[in-house]
């Protein structure tokens, strides 16, 4: 799929605008930075209204994880650090991947001291019109502990 197709796509199912990423290659040399985006993750995260992120080591392999919270009916997204710096979606198997959850932010903490960092999900229920959901969601990382 093309860039601008995924971007069309994207305003039509999101309704965000979605602006293309900006060309930082007019930068080269003045910044200590380079855009790697596209070749560290995959697949892209070009779709979904991203509104919060977590960065921690979910699985505990001593590796930084990226966990990004979804608004706008699009789900969360957990990609795992291969410990060079470029991430592969996993979100299926963490089961973290809520459809329609409306995430706004994301913490983290060992909440239970069980050496597993876990996730708090801040939930913004007025865009789903559904009553009874909770603010908040509690995800117990259930992985491998301090000793693998
Ligand atoms: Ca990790
Ligand atoms: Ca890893
Ligand atoms: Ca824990």
Known sequence: MSRAVSLSACVAVVGLSCAPPPDLSEFAGEYAFKDVTTSAFEPDPVIGGWSGMALFDYDNDGD?????????????????????????????????????DNSVGAGVGD??????????????????????????????????????
């Open 64 to 100: 930084i994880d990226v966990f990004i919270a979804n608004i706008t009916n699009r789900p969360n997204h957990l990609y795992e650090n291969d410990g060079s710096g470029n991430f592969s979606e996993v979100s299926n198997a963490a089961g973290v991947r809520f459809t329609a």
């Open 111 to 148: 909440f239970d001291n069980d050496g597993r960092l876990d996730v708090l999900i801040a939930r913004q229920l007025d865009l789903g019109g559904e009553e009874g959901r909770q603010s908040v969601r509690y995800l117990k990382n259930m992985g491998p502990d301090e000793q693998g």
